[in-house]
Nanobody, 119 residues
Framework: QVQLVESGGGLVQPGGSLRLSCAAS????????VGWFRQAPGKEREEISC????????YYTDSMKGRFTISRDNAKNMVYLQMNALKPDDTAVYYC????????????WGQGTQVTVSS
């Protein structure tokens, strides 16, 4: 099965930036779509963005456009989420997940990485 590991989270001040990484193993990485999600305490998980496989088409939740950017490097089996202009409301556990398409349920999930935005 595909295994995903997130990294890059931590404490950042409001207005700061972080780049999260999602490292994949197993399967053929270039054939999978990868999405980023987040979940804050007491709130439902929400999708941030997804990037497709071969064409690397990107999709964003409207509220995330402009501040967050998803990218992938298939040669390194990596997907990234660049986060800029971070706000306290961005504090959450961030997850990456994979499937064969951005339009179907995600089958494989990482363990998550904590992002805390605070002064």
């Amino acid at each position: 099965q595909v295994q995903l590991v997130e990294s890059g989270g931590g404490l950042v001040q409001p207005g700061g930036s972080l780049r999260l990484s999602c490292a994949a193993s197993g399967g053929t990485f270039g054939h999978y779509a990868v999405g980023w999600f987040r979940q804050a305490p007491g709130k439902e998980r929400e999708e941030i963005s997804c990037i497709s496989s071969s064409e690397a088409t990107t999709y964003y939740t409207d509220s995330m456009k402009g501040r967050f950017t998803i990218s992938r490097d298939n040669a390194k089996n990596m997907v990234y989420l660049q986060m800029n202009a971070l706000k306290p409301d961005d504090t959450a556990v961030y997850y990456c997940a994979s499937s064969w398409s951005c339009q179907v349920p995600f089958d494989y999930w990482g363990q998550g990485t904590q992002v805390t935005v605070s002064s």
